[in-house]
């Protein structure tokens, strides 16, 4: 159920530039020409997304109908998420890798809104194991398997950088930021790698220790910052590619990591019996027959059929945007 966060994604991309506040419905301004939120809207609907390609906005309502229509079958049979799900599962992610504010960041997304996609998989997730037996022989088993790869995270940084060609422009990024300059503002003025200086430098995802395709003496000089510090210039040269300047900028830094048992058996339990549930329940089955049953009605044209059967179709309404 996760087809709609690759929209999330582009949406962020499309978006990327300085958003005003000039006019309730101007989401940007290019050089005095204005971006509307209407014609934002109309563009992520014509977009193409997954494979096979479709529609943007039919993926993310097709995602949202089956999300309400297990959110309800939960409720009927009584297994309704509880509070205490669903913050297991936020306590997780905060000692995740990078951290659950870096998660959010990068999608673009609140807490809140991130509790609400939690509630929909867990719904689900009750569902397939309402009634499955686990041993706790079963969940010790697994977790001796899985520890060193599941249950450990590796001692990480999260950096920033400002890369340049020549060695006089990576100076005068490193003078600017000494004299006081954001390094954010630097990166996005005077860094030449296109995938990064957008973010203020900030590279997606966490760097770890022999961590293949970055070159040693970056993640070494990564791993000397203290948090904030930025280094001095840094030459790369991979191949025989031309020489490059960096500039790097600890984020954030974290120890290594293993999850104790205790940590981590509950979450364990639940995903035996999930794999268990799925094959005694037939859960995709039982998933069709209620998108099947559901009385959906959908007031567009445009994605009317999504609502699936043909009971459903008759519900269905003509009225269009």
């Not at 939120?37 to 109908?65: C, H, S, T």
């Amino acid at each position: 159920m996760h087809k709609g966060h690759a929209l999330l994604v582009l949406a962020g991309l499309l978006v990327a530039t300085v958003l005003t506040g000039c006019g309730r419905n101007t989401l940007a301004v290019v050089n005095g020409e204005k971006i509307t939120k209407d014609e934002f809207y109309k563009k992520l609907e014509q977009m193409q997304v997954g494979n096979p390609p479709a529609p943007a906005g039919a993926v993310v309502l097709r995602q949202m109908i089956g999300e309400k229509v297990v959110e309800q079958m939960a409720k009927k049979r009584e297994v309704e998420p509880t509070d205490a799900q669903i913050q297991r599962k936020v306590d997780f992610e905060k000692k995740g890798e990078g951290g659950l504010q870096a998660k959010l960041q990068a999608r673009n997304i609140s807490l809140e809104d991130y509790k609400k996609e939690l509630y929909a998989q867990q719904a689900l997730v009750n569902i397939a194991t309402k009634g499955v037996k686990v041993t706790d022989e079963e969940v010790k088993e697994f977790y001796k398997q899985a520890k060193d790869t599941l249950y450990t995270r590796p001692e990480h940084v999260r950096i920033g950088v400002i890369i340049c060609k020549g060695k006089e422009k990576i100076d005068k990024a490193r003078e600017q930021i000494t004299s006081g300059t954001d390094f954010s503002t630097v990166a996005l003025n005077m860094s030449e790698d296109e995938l990064t200086k957008g973010l203020g430098g900030e590279v997606r995802g966490a760097v770890v220790r022999n961590m293949p395709g970055v070159p040693k003496n970056i993640i070494d000089t990564a791993f000397s910052l203290k948090i904030r510090e930025s280094s001095k210039p840094v030459q790369v040269k991979e191949g025989n590619g031309p020489a490059q300047w960096v500039i790097i900028k600890c984020l954030d830094k974290r120890p290594k990591l293993v999850y104790s048992f205790n940590e981590v058996k509950g979450q364990i339990r639940e995903g035996i019996a999930f794999n268990k549930g799925q094959k005694q329940k037939s859960l995709d089955k039982l998933l069709a027959k209620a998108q099947e049953d559901a009385k959906i009605k959908i007031n567009s044209d445009r994605y009317k059929a999504l609502a699936g059967s043909k009971k459903a179709k008759k519900k269905t309404g003509d009225k269009k945007d």
